[in-house]
């Protein structure tokens, strides 16, 4: 059976570090971006950006730790985390003092840097690109649909973070070197001027100059660690951490832009890579992609030659992990209880098979989720590909390292998540090579702009408050989420259907919910189109285009759909909770006649109150969806198609469709908080459903009921990803026996048309223990939503969600 | 077609043979062991069951079952706290000796505390259940389990259900006590594959007095099932004082040898109490109470069975 090796010394020493340590707002990216973007008012974008990313490879600090053999960091401290005002910044101004205090996620800082940040910060608040988002807004939005809470363009000036999701070319990283990129910009931008400009050539030009501009910058940047260890090792007086720093003063001289030669140059490679892609854009979203299928043939040539033992390339994987963990996104309090856990969405995809289709598992799959498993790290994230040829063996490190680890790796059955991109037009060959980015979304890696996040802030459909703009005459009674911004009477902002109580069809009901749905997926498109206009103009990425296949051949950048694939992204929220309230709608105002239209909105406006009988009948008497009733469950198929169809309509700038997906993070605790009560028996402020899974606690009769009633929509139609999660008693799945049954579940629930599961096995008493004692429970990571987290770092409303989650057991 | 009575369905059983399987027990059992943890399997009729922990509380439903019972045997019981607000809540109890098990109580209790236990299918509605779960016994190698009570009860019903079954290429498993004429458990025969097969104890006078019938006719039926080339899975729950002593464990061992390859598996089941709060959902008495059998007790009496040859397991 599956095992966990033991730790090296090392490894065990930094990552005690890594789970002491609070992480620090670090100043260093800050002041260079401030003082750049200060002095550089002149610069277009393309250019702007190019040149003040090129300014941090120059003058970022290059700290080489004792002990390190992989080398890089966005500041100065051990879990620096960097601040990224070019953006957003208002909100940092707004929560400077509570950064070291607050409840989720809390952040120390100096306070000469809290005073630096006073001194500058307001800078940023025009020259922020957020500033401007509020300009191209159209303010028809502004107007009519402020506090609608179906979407969620609302406040001015703190869109927290920016387009982000994405994977770049590794492997043009690891097998040519950016040296080769170099030159082929070159040849391009000589090209064109020796021709001359023609037509819009002018920007081509700019996106030339920019790349070669970026480029150049890395690779001095990896140049200046090379000098840093260089420096260390003449006065190091330990000669095997000489020898040591020497290896990396070597390394760091060739990679990047250089071919790599070894499993530690293709490791340090990618990390320094996507340090890069950090250092130019906030954490939100930035994948690593097929790690596994980057690194695999330098790790297994390096363990056959003997070069490295398996020990030793499974320590520098425990230490490429902890690197990656080491990064923070330091966000919004509000923004970081959707993500709680100091995560940073750098999710690492493995398995799956090759461009021929077949399985392309290697060495560095199981090591990566070994260093996972046994340095019980809920950071970065895993994705494991899983299909009809997966490795017995590998089914068993999954779900071993998912028992040790809550929720890590995920597990995504390759023929749906495939058949989902082939629906976008991608073709066959290049769907085999999906990663998945953020938390679910399947995106090509490498070569697919798929911006699964949408505009970074606002990428959710809340469809529960459709559905209360669907019954009360396009007004959604309770946004209170708004309510500092709308200080005006509740006025309609979705299409004006009437109220639930003049309707006297069911097909009345539906057809009303269709209507919000196609009115606010327009506006979502709308609104995030807008967004890109002005991205593609103020913030385009240099260091991702340079690697992306099609940027160069194109001589557009990423923004400017330059990338061979293209995709725009959007998820929804509450499927479960709309539903089902469909559903007794259906049933109880309609079917079986139990109460009138008037007396459920009577009993919903008044959030059940005088209403205990009705209320109590709904939760006790009727059928919901997820017990495979298909009287109950036919309202999924619905809700999912009506959103999928209306989401997939628009069109993006970058010439693709929008691809529809459902992932809440927490958010559906989030929303919850902010919708009335729902004809579900849901009570006003209470949780959203989770993923596509049924109402907590409404699923009664056992696992299997619940996932053939999930599975009653083609969750292929969601390009941009599902996520289901699913909670086991530890008892129900003991030992080898117990990993097998486990598999044959998630196999049916995939066979079946599923795209994704996450599975936690801790039992709920477990839970409650760890809520009451933390202490005890520090190690604890669970499955959250679309990543894992330490169970005591998550906030208590989350927690207690968690808990409420039916727990699948015997 | 006939009709049965279950008290239960449940899917995902990762307990009662191989794979992943749905297990239907079926309602009512002629036998009566003091340590049974799913009292509600023992009666034929439906009974009123209440449940504290879903109790909303008189004040909550108004008192519906109260004014809904044509028996006055609904009373105010005790009282408990919520859970989420810490509230005090009114609670009721059921006067047994007034009650009917009619159900008009249950009707009116949206909660779901007091409820009917049992559910009549007719056979095809079963089959028809049970194969809503087809899928995962596909990818698992598991099927149905039909438990009880004790199924050969409902010997008609049973054999309909089971042919359904074989009909759709479903691996079938009886969970039984064995206690039933040989015609009557012959008649399954050409349907199961896999026995579950209790034997308590191995003095028949011993077993008598514990369970209320005698044992005779179970070993005759487990060597006619084994004549007959029917697979078994022997389960032997370890009682404390009753049957955990060395000489009956040895005869227990011993009679499984005597019936050859028939015996897949002998499983030692340690006696639990985690049943006793289910009888007060369904009467006021309570079970008997024992101390479950230490693990050392449990690997000694395992050893025991394993050294006559027998593949031997704790579960």
């Known amino acids: 059976m599956y095992q966990n090796a033991p730790i090296s010394e090392r490894v065990a020493m930094i990552r005690a570090m890594y789970r002491a340590k609070k992480p620090r707002i670090d100043l260093a990216r800050y002041k260079l971006v401030t003082e750049f973007y200060m002095n550089n008012p002149q610069l277009p974008g393309v250019l702007k950006r190019a040149r003040n990313l090129r300014n941090l490879f120059e003058k970022m600090p290059t700290p080489v730790r004792d002990h390190e053999l992989i080398v890089g960091h966005l500041g100065e401290e051990f879990r620096a985390s960097a601040v990224y005002p070019e953006h957003s910044f208002q909100w940092v101004l707004d929560e400077l003092d509570v950064f070291p205090t607050r409840s989720v996620d809390p952040y120390d800082l100096n306070p000469e840097d809290r005073e630096y940040i006073l001194k500058t910060g307001d800078f940023w608040i025009k020259n922020a690109t957020c500033a401007a988002i509020d300009e191209v807004f159209p303010e028809e939005y502004y107007r009519d ?4 809470g179906v979407l969620n363009f609302t406040a001015k000036n703190n ?48 996106f030339y100059r920019a790349e070669e501009t970026v480029v150049e910058g890395i690779i001095l940047y990896a140049k200046r660690y090379a000098a840093e260890a260089l420096r260390q090792a003449e006065t190091c007086k330990d000669e095997k951490r000489r020898a040591e720093l020497l290896d990396i003063a070597d390394r760091m001289n060739r990679v990047i832009d250089k071919p790599c030669q070894s499993y530690h140059d293709a490791l340090q490679a990618c990390f320094f890579y996507q340090l890069g892609l950090l250092m130019d854009s906030q954490p939100h979203g930035i994948s690593y992609g097929r790690l596994d299928q980057y690194c695999g043939k330098y790790a297994e040539a390096d363990i056959a030659s003997g070069k490295l033992t398996r020990e030793q390339a499974q320590e520098l994987t425990d230490m490429f992990i902890l690197k990656v963990a080491e990064i923070n996104k330091l966000w919004s309090e509000g923004a970081t209880r959707t993500g709680p856990g100091y995560t940073s969405g750098q999710l690492i995809t493995l398995g799956g098979v090759d461009k021929d289709g077949n399985d392309a598992t290697n060495v560095v799959t199981y090591m990566v989720m070994q260093a996972s498993a046994r340095l019980k790290l809920h950071n970065p994230p895993l994705a494991l590909r899983v299909h009809e040829g997966t490795p017995d063996e590998l089914w068993e490190a999954g779900i071993e390292t998912t028992k040790q680890v809550g929720g890590v790796p995920l597990f995504e059955w390759d023929k749906v998540a495939m058949e989902s991109l082939m629906r976008r037009g991608i073709p066959l060959e290049d769907a085999r090579n999906y990663c998945l980015i953020g938390c679910v979304e399947p995106c090509i890696c490498g070569c697919d702009f798929a911006n699964s996040g949408g505009d970074g802030n606002n990428a959710y459909t809340i469809l529960p408050a459709a559905l209360w703009c669907a019954i009360n005459n396009g007004i959604n009674p309770f946004p209170t989420l708004h309510r500092s911004t709308v200080k005006k009477e509740l006025k309609p902002t979705g299409p004006q259907c009437g109220y639930l109580y003049e309707m006297t069809s069911m097909q009345q009901v539906l057809d009303a919910y269709k ?56 998820s929804s929220i509450g499927h ?41 009948y709904i939760l006790g008497r009727c059928s919901h969806f997820g017990n495979n009733d298909p009287e109950a469950d036919k309202y999924l198929k619905f809700v999912a198609d009506t959103y999928s169809e209306g989401i997939t309509r628009g069109t993006s700038p970058r010439g693709c469709h929008w691809t529809a997906g459902c992932w809440p993070v927490t ?45 009653k929509f083609d969750q292929a139609n969601y390009a941009n990803g599902t996520l289901c999660n699913m909670k086991f008693h530890p008892t129900a799945l003991q030992g080898a026996e117990g990993d097998k049954k486990l598999r044959a579940v998630m196999e049916t629930y995939f066979r079946g048309g599923g795209m994704e599961l996450q599975i936690n096995v801790v039992s709920a008493k477990m839970l409650r223990e760890a809520q009451e004692k933390p202490k005890d429970y520090e190690d604890l990571v669970v499955r959250i939503a679309g990543f894992s987290a330490y169970f005591v770092e998550v906030y208590k409303e989350a927690q207690d969600d968690l808990i409420r989650r039916t727990e699948m057991s015997i | 077609m006939t009709e049965g009575r279950l008290y239960d369905i449940q899917g995902f059983s990762v307990q009662d043979g191989p794979g992943i399987r749905t297990t239907a027990f079926l309602k009512g059992c002629p036998l009566r062991c003091p340590w049974c943890h799913s009292p509600e399997s023992q009666a034929f009729y439906k009974q009123l069951s209440w449940m504290s922990m879903r109790c909303l509380g008189l004040d909550a439903c108004k008192s519906r079952c109260m004014k809904a019972c044509p028996k006055d045997a609904i009373e105010e019981g005790p009282l ?38 049992g559910k009549d299918y007719t056979s095809e509605a079963l089959v028809n259940r049970l194969l809503q779960d087809k899928s995962f016994f596909d990818t698992s190698g598991g099927g149905v389990t039909i438990s009880g009570g004790e199924p050969l009860c409902q010997i008609d019903f049973v054999v309909e259900v089971l042919k359904g079954l074989k009909d759709n290429g479903i691996h079938v498993a009886l969970d039984t006590t064995g206690f039933a004429p040989w015609e009557t458990m012959e008649r399954t025969t050409p349907y199961v594959d896999l026995y579950l097969y209790d034997l308590k104890h191995m003095d028949s006078a011993k077993h008598k007095a514990a369970v209320g019938v005698p044992n005779e006719q179970i070993h005759e039926n487990a060597r006619k099932l084994a004549a007959a080339g029917k697979k078994l899975q022997v389960r032997i729950p370890v009682i404390p004082m009753f049957n955990w002593d060395e000489e009956n464990i040895r005869a227990t061992a011993a009679f499984c040898r005597e019936l050859g390859d028939a015996v897949e598996v002998v499983q030692l089941l340690p006696y639990h109490n985690m049943g006793v709060m289910k009888y007060l959902r369904i009467s006021d008495g309570k079970p008997m109470e024992a101390t479950p059998p230490s693990d050392e007790k449990m690997a000694e009496l395992k050893d025991i069975v394993a050294s006559y040859g027998l593949n031997a397991t704790i579960h």
């Not at chain 1, 649909?145 to 609608?148: A, R, S, T």
């Not at chain 1, 309230?581 to 049933?587: A, E, G, T, V, Y």
Request: negative net charge; hydrophobic residues 35%.
């Open chain 1, 145 to 148: 649909l402020l506090g609608n």
């Open chain 1, 576 to 616: 479960g909770t709309v539903a089902d309230s469909l559903n007794i709608i259906d049933q109880v105002c309609f079917r079986d006649k139990i109460a009138t239209t008037r007396e459920l909105y009577d009993a919903l406006i008044n959030n059940w109150e005088g209403y205990e009988d009705l209320h109590q």
């Open chain 1, 667 to 711: 958010l559906n605790v989030v929303m919850g908080m902010f919708c009335d009560a729902t004809p579900d028996g849901r009570k006003r402020g209470a949780p959203l459903s989770d993923g596509i899974s049924p109402v907590q606690g409404m699923d009664k009769n056992g696992p299997f009921a619940t996932i053939n009633s999930i599975l």
């Open chain 2, 80 to 117: 408990k706290t919520d859970v989420q607000t810490g509230e005090q809540l009114r609670t009721v109890h059921v006067k047994r000796d007034l009650c009917d098990n009619c159900g008009a109580c249950a009707d009116k209790c949206y909660a779901e505390a007091l409820t009917l236990c």
């Open chain 1, 515 to 570: 209507a919000q749905i196609d009115f606010f997926t327009k506006w979502q498109v709308t609104m995030v189109n807008c967004y890109e206009y002005l991205y593609a103009m103020n913030n385009p990425l240099p260091l991702l285009s340079a690697t992306m296949t099609g940027c160069i051949e194109s001589g557009r950048d990423v923004m400017w759909g330059g990338a061979k694939y293209n995709g725009a992204g959007n």
């Open chain 1, 159 to 206: 869109s927290g973070s920016p387009i982000g999701h994405y994977c770049g070319n590794y492997w043009t990283v690891v097998d040519r070197g950016l040296g080769s990129v170099l030159e082929e910009i070159r040849a391009k931008k000589a090209a064109l001027l020796e021709k001359g400009l023609q037509g819009n050539e002018g920007q081509t030009l700019q």
